[in-house]
Every structure is written in structure tokens, then in C-alpha cells.
């Protein structure tokens, strides 16, 4: 399958974790076509995929809010998954290993995303671990600790081990919310959300404009119609510059 898009989708790569993957561009078309080739490639060998799981991440973007919100419902499921995965965990990395999930998967910090993205990931990753470590009030590090004991008769093991790089013979356990909060300072002024929701509000004014403009006789042409809002906005991200300055802002390249 990996091969087949390759070839279909103009070298795309498909990337693999587990039994998670994905593939990602610039060019929305190109991932058309690899998603349409993957469909055609399960239908052929006589697979499906789980569509609860498909599209990308925990994100989905909110028109009215302006902003990508966490799909709470998603990350519901998903932590039924964890629960299960680290139930039947074989090895101490191995339950390590399956808690970085999540973390791929809200997306990083970023202008584009603003503040109000970062306080969401923060307090639903302090809802994870709250749900899946119940017993221990939400320590990962207490409750690798129990199973530390639990296999190997070992107990008291530091708590700063577990947060040590495996070259040094920790764990390398991450606590996603503390790589968070550090960024919080830098993306305070960060409030794509607003911006977002007034270029929208403009773009019904600019396209009044342009359409009663090009109807009274100001336009180039003589037809006596004019394009719908619908295919207006189609131009967000080739003709219509407010859009292009908000990105270049939110990117940091202005």
C-alpha cells in the first residue's frame, strides 16, 4: 500500500507507527489522490480501515469558533485503546512506549494554533491521565513504579529515573503538560481564533461590495451575474490577500 501511494500520489510517503499511519501535504489534492488510492488498495487485498480513527488527529476545525478544538469524543475512545494496550503491555517499555500516543497527536504549539490551543491540550492531557491512571490520582511515574514492583520485586525506585533518556538507563518518560506550560509565555498575544473570525465576517462585506460593484456596470465584464459567495471563498487561498497576510502572520513569516 505504502508503494501504491507512493506512485499515485506524486511520491508521497506514507508514515508508519504501530499500527497507526499517515501522510500529510501541502497539496490538498495529492492527498485526494492518496487517500482514494488506499481505498482502492483495501477494497483490492480486502481490508477496511477504522473510520473512527481516521483523519488525521485529536483536531478538527470549529467554522464558528474560528480555531481547531480537541475532539473530545475521539480522545474518549482513545482512551479506552490506552486502557487496554497497557493492560496487555509485555514489557515496562513497552507501556511507556504506548503513553507517547497522544502526545503525536494534539499537534505542537504554534502561532497558528494560538493559546487557546496549547490551555486545551493542557488540561485534556491532565484529564488522560486522570482517567487512565485512576488508581495511582493520575501518576504515571507512581504507577510505573507499582509494576516495577509488581514483576521484579523491586520497590522504591526513584521517581527521577523514570524521567532519565534511556542511554542513562531511564525510562525516558515525558510528561507532555510540563513541555506545554513552557511555551504558554510566547504564544500569549497568539489569538488566530479571533482573527479568523473577523476575516470571515469581512469576507461576506468584500463580496457585497464586489457583487454590487460588478452588477452596477464597474466590473470588466457584461454578464449580469456574478459568481456565488460559495465560490468566492474558494479564493481564500490563492486570491484573497487578507487571507494570505493572516497566514504569513500566523507562520511567522510576517
Given amino acids: 500500500m505504502d508503494f501504491a501511494v507512493n506512485q499515485r500520489a506524486g511520491g508521497l510517503y506514507v508514515y508508519r507507527i504501530y499500527d497507526d499511519f499517515w501522510f500529510y501535504t501541502h497539496n490538498s489534492e495529492l492527498?485526494?489522490?492518496?487517500?482514494?488510492?488506499?481505498?482502492?488498495?483495501?477494497?483490492?487485498?480486502?481490508i477496511t480501515f477504522n473510520m473512527k480513527k481516521t483523519g488525521g488527529n485529536f483536531l478538527s476545525f470549529d467554522s464558528e469558533m474560528g480555531r481547531f478544538v480537541v475532539d473530545q469524543s475521539s480522545v474518549d475512545t482513545h482512551i479506552a485503546e490506552l486502557r487496554r494496550q497497557l493492560s496487555s503491555a509485555k514489557s515496562v517499555f513497552g507501556f511507556v512506549n504506548y503513553l507517547e500516543f497522544?502526545?503525536?497527536?494534539?499537534?505542537?504549539?504554534?502561532?497558528?494554533f494560538g493559546l487557546v490551543h496549547v490551555d486545551e491540550v493542557i488540561s485534556t492531557f491532565a484529564r488522560i491521565l486522570k482517567e487512565v491512571f485512576a488508581e495511582t490520582n493520575g501518576s504515571v511515574v507512581l504507577k510505573v513504579q507499582q509494576l516495577i514492583e509488581t514483576r521484579f520485586g523491586i520497590k522504591n525506585i526513584p521517581a527521577g529515573g523514570c524521567f532519565l533518556s534511556i542511554s542513562?538507563?531511564?525510562?525516558?518518560?515525558?510528561?507532555?503538560?510540563?513541555?506545554?506550560?513552557?511555551?504558554?509565555?510566547?504564544?500569549?498575544?497568539?489569538?488566530?481564533?479571533?482573527?479568523?473570525?473577523?476575516?470571515?465576517?469581512?469576507?461576506q462585506h468584500t463580496y457585497q461590495a464586489a457583487k454590487e460593484a460588478w452588477?452596477?456596470?464597474q466590473g470588466e465584464g457584461k454578464i449580469d451575474t456574478f459568481m456565488s459567495f460559495e465560490e468566492y471563498v474558494l479564493g481564500r487561498e490563492t486570491r484573497l490577500t487578507?487571507?494570505?497576510?493572516?497566514?504569513?502572520?500566523?507562520?511567522?513569516d510576517g
Avoid at 492527498?31 to 480486502?46: F, P, Q
Fill in 102 to 112: 497522544f502526545r503525536r497527536n494534539f499537534a505542537q504549539p504554534a502561532s497558528c
Fill in 31 to 46: 492527498c485526494a489522490d492518496a487517500w482514494k488510492e488506499m481505498m482502492r488498495y483495501a477494497a483490492l487485498v480486502g
Fill in 242 to 252: 487578507s487571507w494570505g497576510s493572516e497566514c504569513r502572520s500566523s507562520l511567522g
Fill in 215 to 217: 452588477l452596477s456596470g
Fill in 168 to 203: 542513562k538507563g531511564g525510562l525516558e518518560i515525558v510528561n507532555p503538560i510540563v513541555s506545554l506550560m513552557t511555551v504558554r509565555d510566547h504564544l500569549r498575544n497568539a489569538k488566530p481564533e479571533t482573527n479568523f473570525v473577523t476575516l470571515m465576517s469581512n469576507d
